[in-house]
């Protein structure tokens, strides 16, 4: 049975550093896509990382470029977000999802979310 | 980016009800589409992909069309368990971008 859980949330001060991860478990981890989500309170949707199976690629919204980094170790089954320079409108639940395939952009599972605050 | 208008925000419906989502894209992004549920407290699920392809264990009551800009998600015959939020996904085009979501109540 396919499962993901994130990790490594909490409250951290605006400028901090945060690094989360997203353990995975009933799957060939290495073989897929792995993307980073997050929600912000009363907000919708919006996604922010993504890295390729073999780690080859990774990509990013506009919104944290520079700041923030995606990374996996394939050897851990393991997805991780290195979050800098965090700011205010960064706090959210930050989900992990897992894609269909080789970046074919379609989450078809997700973690259930570790929470951000930055305050 | 490509902006993904969702609507309505919010609707009210009952049991055995038929409910209409639509989605409009900011631009042509072909049927690159996908629809998901999310409870309160719960991970997101994937119901539909493509615009129109059902995800391997969701009720056929669930569906979706649509190609181009415009797209629609229709439940036929509400569900007590399908009460949630619903959200439209695109990946035509990086970043990713998502609907503003719609809240389906009682």
């Known amino acids: 049975e396919e499962q993901l859980v994130e990790s490594g949330g909490g409250l951290v001060q605006p400028g901090g550093s945060l690094r989360l991860s997203c353990a995975a478990s009933?799957?060939?981890?290495?073989?897929?896509?792995m993307s980073w989500v997050r929600q912000a309170p009363g907000k919708g949707l919006e996604w922010v990382s993504a890295?390729?199976?073999?780690?080859?690629?990774?990509y990013y919204a506009d919104s944290v470029k520079g700041r923030f980094t995606v990374s996996r170790d394939n050897s851990k089954n393991t997805l991780y977000l290195q979050m800098n320079s965090l700011r205010a409108e960064d706090t959210a639940v930050y989900y992990c999802?897992?894609?269909?395939?080789?970046?074919?952009?379609?989450?078809?599972?997700w973690g259930q979310g570790t929470l951000v605050t930055v305050s | 980016d490509i902006q993904m208008t969702q609507s309505p925000s919010s609707l009210s419906a009952s049991v055995g009800d038929r409910v209409t989502i639509t989605c409009q894209a900011s631009?042509?992004?072909?049927?690159?589409l996908n629809w998901y549920k999310r409870k309160p407290g719960k991970a997101p699920k994937l119901l539909i992909y493509?615009?129109?392809i059902l995800q391997s264990g969701v009720p056929s009551r669930f569906s979706g069309s649509g190609s181009g800009t415009n797209f629609t998600f229709t439940v036929s015959g509400l569900q007590p368990e399908d009460f949630a939020t619903y959200y439209c996904?695109?990946?035509?085009?990086?970043?990713?971008?998502f609907g503003g979501g719609t809240k389906v109540d009682i």
């Open positions: 999802a897992k894609d269909r395939g080789f970046l074919e952009w379609i989450f078809d599972f």
């Open positions: 009933g799957f060939h981890f290495s073989k897929y896509a």
């Open positions: 890295i390729s199976g073999p780690a080859t690629g990774t």
């Open positions: 631009q042509d992004i072909t049927n690159f």
């Open positions: 493509d615009a129109s």
């Open positions: 996904q695109q990946y035509g085009d990086l970043p990713l971008t």
